[in-house]
């Protein structure tokens, strides 16, 4: 008897993954729709033997485009889907300044489309990955959830958007459970070292750029700014490691039933770290000192932004528990066992389970 069936779009993904494997070992049937543009099958794969456990769930999936309306009509009404985890869609800031109309496509049509086969399916259930970039640059921190909204780029603007589709289709409608949940920072990896983030080129993001400088691919990290108005003058962020973010997702779907219409929640640890804490965490994982320079900001980057917690422990029951140290040695341990990603395993053409 398994919790129900819920459906991943997005499922092969970095944090799609981490999620699969902590909702089969909560006990529920995982069905991952992917497109495998951004990821590979080979980590689904690693999630099936990852997941293990007595009352550990069944793992099914498609690849699937999400703009495939009626694909997505089928898979959820042949896998008699309960709910959905929508993870799909693309990430990267700069690029959505350069190729904004992909990114409307695929992260707000693409989201419209889902929404159209669960409609049509009945399927009401729907948590969203949204982003504490919805808060733009916050007027204060920690940030909470009635903050005001704004975004900078591109990228920001189609979480703004789906927000806002996914608030009128609650207010047309009171049958429909939505909710968005705020991430903000994610690094680590699953403590098996088995999974991990798998960024293709050179990473934007401060983690995987640091643990690529560790492996030697690169010669230090640039360090953008350390003029800021905070206590060493470099950016602050809330790390949060994958796995107490995937947990986020095992209890927002267990409380969604008692969530009606629409709710935004943070998942954050409510604890901002500077980027030169983060080298120095990194540099511990490592065993040796991470080198680094300070270069110029980086356009667009804010000061600081950091979560206040409290509305996710008080409506999911959640709460993150992991700290920096062990984001960065779980990262490492993902980092040096991977070096090439899951390129270097099982690469080819996938072909779905039977
Ligand atoms: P990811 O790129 O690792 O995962 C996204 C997955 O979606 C990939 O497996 C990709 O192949 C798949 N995908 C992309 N377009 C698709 C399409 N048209 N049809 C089907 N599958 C498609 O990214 P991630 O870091 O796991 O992020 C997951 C979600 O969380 C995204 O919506 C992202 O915007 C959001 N988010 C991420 C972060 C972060 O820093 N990683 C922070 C806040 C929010
Ligand atoms: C963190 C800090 C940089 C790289 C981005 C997206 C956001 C969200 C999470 C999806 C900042 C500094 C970075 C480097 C550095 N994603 N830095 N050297 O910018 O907070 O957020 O990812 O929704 O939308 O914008 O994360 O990891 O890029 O930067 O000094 O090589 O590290 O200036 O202070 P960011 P990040």
């Not at 640059?137 to 920001?156: F, H, K, L, M, Q």
Request: with cysteine; hydrophobic share 40%; glycine share 10%.
């Amino acid at each position: 008897m398994t919790r129900g069936t819920v459906l991943l779009t997005g499922g092969a993904g970095y944090i799609g993954s981490h999620t699969a494997v902590e909702l089969l070992g909560a006990g529920w049937d995982v069905v991952v729709v992917d497109d495998f543009s951004n990821s590979s099958p080979v980590a689904l794969e690693r999630v099936a033997q990852v997941a293990t456990g007595p009352s550990a769930g069944h793992l099914r999936w498609h690849r699937l485009d999400i703009a495939d309306t009626a694909g997505l009509t089928s898979v959820l009404a042949d896998e008699a889907v309960d709910a959905v985890v929508h993870f799909a869609g693309l990430k990267a800031v700069g690029e959505s300044v350069a190729q904004p109309l992909r990114y409307y496509t695929v992260n707000v049509a693409g989201s419209a489309s889902l929404l159209r086969a669960m409609d049509a399916t009945g399927v009401r259930r729907l948590v969203f990955s949204s982003s504490c970039t919805v808060y733009g640059d916050p007027e204060r921190v920690p940030i909470d959830e009635t903050a005001a909204r704004g975004a900078s780029n591109p990228y920001g603007r189609t979480k703004l958007v789906v927000e806002d589709m996914l608030m009128d289709l609650a207010a047309a409608d009171d049958g429909w459970q939505l909710l968005a949940l705020r991430y903000f920072n994610p690094v680590g990896a699953h403590a098996s070292g088995r999974l991990g983030e798998d960024p293709e080129g050179i990473p934007n993001n401060l983690m995987p750029y640091i643990m690529q400088v560790a492996a030697g691919r690169h010669p230090f990290v640039r360090v953008f700014g350390d003029d800021y108005p905070t206590p060493d003058g470099t950016g602050i962020r809330d790390y949060i490691h994958v796995v107490d973010l995937a947990l986020g997702h095992v209890a927002a779907l267990e409380s969604s039933d008692d969530l009606p219409g629409f709710t935004a929640v943070n998942l954050g640890t409510g604890r901002g770290s500077s980027v030169l804490e983060v080298i120095a965490a990194a540099s511990r994982a490592v065993g040796r000192d991470v080198p680094y320079q300070v270069v110029e900001r980086r356009p667009g980057d804010v000061a600081a932004t950091w979560a206040e917690p409290a509305l996710a422990e008080k409506l999911l029951g959640w709460r993150a528990t992991r700290t920096l140290d062990e984001m960065a040695a779980d990262h490492w341990r993902w980092q040096s066992r991977n070096p090439q990603g899951y390129a270097g395993e099982g690469a080819g053409p996938p072909t779905p389970p039977a």
